[in-house]
Structure formats: structure tokens, C-alpha cells
């Protein structure tokens, strides 16, 4: 960049005097623009003179946007999503709240989501005391049981801490979970929505308790919200040891209040409700602390009466994006060549594969990975088909790198059974129509 | 660790993968039965990172006793965090009418909320047998999931309690109450103390809470306790055949003719309404904001959006015209002071007193 000299300020002057000596006359110029523009009633006067039917009027007229000016660069200060986009949105069902609006969920529009990042103001959110709302001067993080050293940091003293920055999905475990016993929603935000995913920034405990002395007695780790809940949930130290972190950022911004401002707890792949929001507290112990969200709720019951404690990973799942519900095919003709696209994820590893099938499972073809494959992410796939107007069972199966399947429902009922609640992660499948309508279906043998 | 569906798989490429399939889990196994990823020349995975020294940070400081004791009030099952303290079922029965009836209903049987029904504290049994049913057949009866007959530990409810709940208003129980509100919610779940049953005049103290045995103390996998914990969780989760897992088949996997199961009674009942137009929306004339309406949205919707609880709702013209037949003062004095079901200044003790009044004055105005 060239730097102003005085010279060109001078310059600069002058032009503007120049214009205040001809302003007069381009007030002239100005009225006769105006005249003449209703003269031509909106028509491009570039367009040639005779219009068929054929020409498409949104070519040939010239738009509002075209020919008047657009907003100030001082309106919205903060960008908010264009005003015809405003049917994006989180959408609620009095079905998965319990009693109110404050300890409940609102599902992630995934039918418009696009790539593997949901935008802040999408994400899902799910709260058991109502979304907090915290003075990040009076925030707190206590670290302590266990440990030669206890630790209290403030805000800004936990932001002095070596960030890493990762690409990581959050779901919750009850994704899917009204749908153990059939179909119930005929959409994917519902049936799919209890999740979303993001870039979260913050420091890897490991790194943050390097200096504390942990004790090698500890095994557990209590996460504990400073919300109207209070919810808390206990970590074994291994994962904490691992690739756990405390993140404050989530694209590149602080987290968004429905997802724990100013801090929360982050646990690669695991289930949504383990990642802490509104984080105040961690203590290192012996013995896990039984909190309600790991005994009365987030377990798995088994047909055997048994239920499934401590059942941390999102295990092996993918969807079919498009076509969905919400996106149908009712707009194509035979012939047309069309991308189905879906995402694939696991919180035990690595997407490795993705298949797909037309037959509801009788046969299966591998389909390309697209974009970035990443651990315990959501990861995109992607098939071109050509499209040709008969009834169809679509669904995807992924695998991943620790060898885990997707099972078909039928396998993973055949060891869950139906009143698992959490952990459903069967095979999805869209039936589509010869019209390309496509409906929310269960494939059983 | 476990074996692919190899007969099915044909390409070369299926092949390697396989083979890396079968190293994945080589030598170490993640607590979560998933793979594990090291840094390795500068890499993880495929992100890069900063392998330079990370220790002797300085910040931040050691908190004070008083401090932890401040925040650190979970109750383990050893009684770890358990606070001295009594109180009677009696006692817990009334707490329970004032504090908690008006969402829980009466006896814990679940009461209808703005939304749907709040929680189910107690299905009058604390036996465990129904909790092997499953709904596979239409009208089966589900298992029945509640304090009495599914929670392992009592220490749960105490923490949760007097940390939680009411919700409207948490942590404003003390010890006394808490104990007392226990007491009666384990009595409404039938749970016996020691053998003994707990009738009215039962009082629950710290030493018969640590002698309280949960019926379902056995019904979760895998055991978590002792020192043996997490390698337990580990070898649980690196086994799928505990929670399913799929085949990779590729070609005649099913029998052809599949069963379709379709959605019986669809659930689309969505706020707002499902649709992926791309159009303006309609603006509504906006008049102007009451200044109360966001102080009842925060504080006081939860209770006042229907009268489920008994409270006057929000435009219900009858209810508001009976409460105002006493007077504005004396309504906003019951208010503030609290009456019956309803908390002083509907828990939100934070708010002024103005501010509450506005509050009141939006919901009056809304219900002329």
C-alpha cells in the first residue's frame, strides 16, 4: 500500500471542490436518471427489444437489488443470515421436552446443513435447567481432589493456555431414540437433528494439569456445570489423559450461550451430555460420583434388565442427507444425473468406508468419501446417480477405523432391544417413491 | 478383534483395508473401545501441532479450603459430601406439597407442564421386575423407570436435590429439608431403611442414609466400582458384541422381500412448522415490547404458561379476574411474599420489586 503523502491529500481536496462546483449540474443528470428509469419500467435497457414467453423474467427485469443500493456497511454490526434463509432454523417437539422449555432440546435443521461445520446460531441445544447466561468476569474454573496442586483460574488465565483447535461432532446419545419401536417423524431434523458439529478451541486437560501432580489413586474425574442444573458427569482419567479438552471457542468465536459459555468440557466422540456446559468444576477422585445423568438417565436397559453404565462413545452411524424428507426428489425428471449425499461419523474413530444401497439392504456399493476425513468428525459421502423415477429403499452404512459396523436395526435390537432410549445407531433407510417423494422407513427381515 | 465379513468382500482394496482393520487395535485398546491416535512427526492425525515444551505455567491460584467447601457438594455413595442433618417424612410430605407437587404430582405420579409431563418420581413400587420388558408387541407394557425401582444410589438424589431442584429456584434446600424431602420420596417409592418402613414419623439422619440399599444397586454393567473401574468399562466397551454391531455384507445380505415398517402416527407437530421455502417472512406488527414480558418469560412462564400447577395462567381472563378481586396491592404483596404453590417472587428472588411488578402487570394486561 502506498502511503499518503501530503501531495495527494491536496489532490484530494481539489477533486472534492471540483465536486461542489458541478454539483448543480449532476442534480440535473439525477432527475432526468429517474425519469427516465420509469420511462423503461424496469426493463433491462440492454435486453433486446421483442420478449418471448420463453425468456425468463428474472433475467430480463432488472432486480430491486440491481438498481437501488444495497445496506450501509454500518447496518448489522454483527452479520446476521439472509432474511429468505429463515426457514434454517432450530425447530422444537413437545414430545422431547420434559414438562417445559427449559430442560429440554431443539434439533439441528441437518436437511439444509452443508460440509461438516454447522453455523453457531444452528447448533442443537439441549439444557436441563434452561440456557445460563454467564458473567465471564465472575466466571471460575476450580480444579481440584486428587491432586498435589488444586487450581482456580480465571477467564482470561485459562485462555493463556496453549490452544489446539479441532473439528469434532457433538450428538446426543437419545439421537434417534424415539424411533427404537418404529418410525414416529417423517423428517431428518427429527429424526437425526440431536446433533451438530464445529471447530472448538481451547487447551487439552492434559496440558492444562501437567503441573498439578496427579495422583495415581485417581481414576475418575467429576465435570460439573455452574447452570440452574448443576449437571455433572463422571470422566475416567484415561479419556481426560487423552484428548479431552476445556474449550472456549466454537468457529472461530466464543461459544454460543446454548453451548456453555464461557467454557465447557470437551470429550472427542463422546456422548453430548458428558461435555459439560457452563463448566465450574473438576475433581479427580477414586471412585465415580453417580450423578443423576448417569444413573436415572443415559444408561442403556437391556432386555436382560441390566442397563449399560458408563457407555461413552457414539458409536459407528451415517444418514443420507439428500435426498430426505425435506429434500425430496420431486423436482427431478428421469434421466437427470443427481449427487446423493449424507454424512457418516463415529466417536470411535475414523470414517473408512461408506456403502450404499437402492434395495433396502440386499446389496451394497462402496461410495467416495468427499472433503476432509477426520477422527471422531463428521465426515461427507458422496454418489452420483441417475435418477429414474422408480420406488427405491435408500440407505448408507458406514464403517470406520477400529473396526466398528453400522448395524442393520435388526442386529442391534437383537442385543439392546427397543427400550434402550440411548446409543440407537441402525441403519437408516429413506423410502423414495416413483413421484420422488421420500418417507422415513424401518427395514426389518 | 473382531473378524470382517471377508467371503462378502472382493476388491483388493476392501482387502488392505482390512488388513489395517486387523492392527487398528494392536498392543493398546482405548477405554471406549474405539481407536487410538498418537502424535506422530509433529502430526495428529491430520492436524499439525505445536510439540514444544507445555509445562510450568504459572497461572491462576490455589484455592482456599473455604472455597472448595463452597462448591464441592456432591454426595458420593461411600457418604463422601453427605452434610449432617434430619428430617421427618411428615416434614418432606409438606416441602414436597409447597415446593414440588405442583410439577412432580401428587405422590411423584408426574404432573402435566407447559409442554409435555415433568418427571415421574415414583411408580409406587420399588420393585425391579418390570425393568426386563420390552414393547416389541403393540400394547406391552414398557419397563417402569423411576426412583424406586431403577436408581442404584441414593446419594444421587440427595446431591441432586439440594443442588437441582426445585427447579425454578435450586440450591435454596437446607440440609434439614433436604433430608426431609428425601425421606419422602424414598417412602412414596416404598424403599425400607434397615427393614424398617418409613411411615410419617420416620426421621432420616446421615447414619440410616448410609444403610439405604437400593433395590436396582445390581442392575447396571459394567461395575464401575473400585480400582478395577475403568479397566472393567474397557474391556466391556472393546467387546461390540455387547452393544451390536454391523457386518460389512455387500451382496445378497437379506432375503429380497424386505418388511417396511412406516410410520404409524406421524409426529410433525413443530415449532416452528417444518418448511425449506426461501421466501420473506411475514413480518407481524410488533407493537411495543411490556416491559415485563421478558422478566415473565425468564421467571415466571415456566409456572404461569398454563394452569396445570394451579397458578393463574397467562390469559386465562377468569382466574386473573378472582386473584384481582383482593386488590393490585395485596395481589402483589402475595406475590412477592409468596402463597400457597407460589414461591416468594416465583423463586426469582433476584428481581426487584418493580421489576416483579412489572412482571405481574404483563401478565394482568394479558389477560383482560
Known amino acids: ?445 | 478383534m473382531f473378524m470382517l465379513d471377508h467371503k462378502k468382500i472382493i476388491s483388493t482394496a476392501m482387502i488392505a483395508s482390512a488388513i489395517f482393520f486387523g492392527t487398528a487395535h494392536a498392543g493398546e485398546q482405548a477405554i471406549d473401545g474405539g481407536a487410538i491416535y498418537k502424535v506422530k512427526d509433529g502430526m495428529y492425525t491430520s492436524y499439525a501441532v505445536n510439540t514444544q515444551d507445555k509445562k510450568d505455567f504459572k497461572y491462576g491460584k490455589v484455592p482456599s479450603k473455604t472455597e472448595i467447601a463452597a462448591w464441592d457438594i456432591d454426595v458420593m455413595p461411600d457418604g463422601t459430601g453427605l452434610p449432617e442433618g434430619k428430617g421427618s417424612v411428615e416434614r418432606g410430605d409438606e416441602l414436597y406439597e409447597v415446593k414440588c407437587g405442583m410439577c412432580h404430582g401428587d405422590f411423584g405420579s408426574g404432573g402435566q407442564g407447559s409442554r409435555s409431563t415433568y418427571p415421574t418420581l415414583s411408580v409406587g413400587s420399588a420393585s425391579t421386575e418390570t425393568l426386563t420388558n420390552q414393547r416389541n408387541v403393540p400394547d406391552a407394557d414398557g419397563p417402569k423407570r423411576a426412583i424406586g425401582t431403577y436408581w442404584p444410589q441414593a446419594s444421587t438424589l440427595f446431591w441432586y436435590i439440594q443442588s437441582g431442584m426445585p427447579f425454578p429456584h435450586p440450591k435454596s434446600l437446607s440440609n434439614d429439608d433436604t433430608y426431609a424431602l428425601v425421606a419422602y420420596i424414598l417412602s412414596i417409592n416404598e424403599i425400607e431403611i434397615d427393614g424398617e418402613t418409613l411411615d410419617d414419623e420416620y426421621v432420616l439422619d446421615r447414619e440410616k442414609f448410609l444403610k439405604i440399599k437400593m433395590p436396582n444397586v445390581d442392575g447396571f454393567i459394567p461395575n464401575i466400582d473400585g480400582p478395577e473401574g475403568p479397566a472393567n468399562v474397557k474391556k466391556f466397551l472393546n467387546d461390540p458384541k455387547n452393544y451390536g454391531n454391523g457386518t460389512r455384507c455387500m451382496k445378497d445380505c437379506i432375503d429380497p422381500k424386505v418388511n417396511i415398517v412406516r410410520i404409524k402416527v406421524e409426529i410433525n407437530a413443530f415449532e416452528p412448522p417444518m418448511s425449506v421455502e426461501r421466501t420473506m417472512k411475514e413480518e407481524k406488527v410488533t407493537g411495543k415490547v411490556h416491559p415485563g414480558q421478558k422478566l415473565y418469560e425468564a421467571s415466571c412462564s415456566v409456572c404461569h404458561a398454563t394452569d396445570a400447577m394451579g397458578a393463574p395462567n397467562l390469559g386465562n381472563k377468569d382466574a386473573w379476574a378472582s386473584v384481582l378481586e383482593k386488590g393490585i396491592d395485596k395481589v402483589y404483596a402475595n406475590g412477592i411474599n409468596g402463597i400457597n404453590a407460589m414461591p416468594p417472587k416465583g423463586g426469582a428472588i433476584d428481581l426487584t420489586e418493580a421489576q416483579f411488578k412489572s412482571a405481574v402487570d404483563y401478565m394482568i394486561k394479558n389477560s383482560k
Open chain 1, 1 to 445: 500500500m502506498t502511503k499518503m503523502t501530503k501531495t495527494s491529500e491536496q489532490d484530494l481536496d481539489i477533486v472534492s471542490e471540483m465536486n461542489m462546483a458541478q454539483s448543480s449540474r449532476r442534480n440535473f443528470f439525477r432527475k432526468a436518471a429517474v425519469y427516465s428509469a420509469s420511462a423503461v419500467a424496469a426493463t433491462s435497457i440492454l435486453s433486446p427489444v421483442k420478449l418471448s414467453a420463453e425468456d425468463d423474467s428474472a433475467i430480463i427485469h432488472h432486480k430491486k437489488w440491481g438498481t437501488t443500493l444495497g445496506d450501509p456497511v454500518t447496518k448489522n454490526h454483527y452479520g446476521i443470515p439472509s432474511p429468505y434463509e429463515h426457514n434454517n432454523t432450530r425447530r422444537t417437539t413437545a414430545l422431547l421436552a420434559s414438562g417445559d422449555n427449559y430442560a429440554s432440546i431443539s434439533m439441528c435443521p441437518i436437511h439444509e446443513q452443508e460440509g461438516i461445520i454447522t453455523p453457531n446460531g444452528l447448533f442443537f441445544n439441549r439444557s436441563h435447567g434452561g440456557v445460563a447466561h454467564v458473567d465471564p468476569k465472575d466466571y471460575r474454573l476450580m480444579i481440584h481432589g486428587l491432586l498435589e496442586k488444586p487450581l482456580l483460574l480465571t477467564l482470561d488465565e485459562l485462555k493463556r493456555y496453549p490452544s489446539v483447535t479441532r473439528i469434532h461432532f457433538i450428538e446426543c446419545p437419545a439421537n434417534g431414540g424415539p424411533e427404537w419401536r418404529g418410525p414416529q417423524f417423517n423428517s431428518i431434523q427429527f429424526a437425526k437433528g440431536m446433533m451438530s458439529s464445529a471447530e472448538w478451541t481451547g487447551v487439552l486437560i492434559k496440558d492444562l494439569i501437567a503441573d498439578l501432580g496427579l495422583k495415581k489413586e485417581a481414576l475418575w474425574m467429576l465435570a460439573e456445570g455452574c447452570d440452574n442444573s448443576e449437571m455433572g458427569r463422571t470422566v475416567p482419567v484415561e479419556k481426560v489423559l487423552d484428548d479431552a479438552m476445556i474449550v472456549w471457542a466454537q468457529n472461530g468465536e466464543a461459544l454460543r450461550p446454548e453451548q456453555g459459555y464461557p467454557v465447557r468440557l470437551m470429550l472427542p466422540g463422546w456422548e453430548g451430555n458428558l461435555q459439560v456446559k457452563w463448566l465450574k468444576r473438576l475433581e479427580f477422585s477414586k471412585e465415580p460420583f453417580y450423578a443423576k445423568e448417569e444413573t436415572a438417565k443415559y444408561t442403556v436397559l437391556t432386555p436382560s434388565g441390566k442397563a449399560i453404565q458408563h457407555f461413552y462413545p457414539l458409536e459407528v452411524n451415517s444418514i443420507i442427507t439428500s435426498p430426505c424428507p425435506e429434500k425430496p426428489w420431486t423436482d427431478l425428471k428421469k434421466g437427470d444425473l443427481v449427487e446423493i449425499q449424507g454424512l457418516a461419523w463415529s466417536g470411535q474413530g475414523t470414517i473408512k468406508h461408506v456403502d450404499i444401497t437402492f434395495d433396502g439392504g440386499v446389496n451394497w456399493k462402496e461410495v467416495s468419501l468427499k472433503g476432509l476425513v477426520l477422527p471422531k468428525s463428521w465426515t461427507r459421502f458422496s454418489y452420483m446417480y441417475r435418477y429414474e423415477g422408480k420406488p427405491l429403499l435408500l440407505a448408507s452404512r458406514a464403517v470406520d477405523d477400529s473396526g466398528h459396523v453400522q448395524p442393520t436395526i435388526d442386529q442391534e435390537t437383537a442385543v439392546v432391544g427397543v427400550e434402550a432410549v440411548y446409543h440407537r445407531n441402525s441403519i437408516c433407510t429413506w423410502e423414495v417413491t416413483d413421484k420422488g417423494v421420500v418417507n422415513n422407513v424401518h427395514v426389518r427381515s
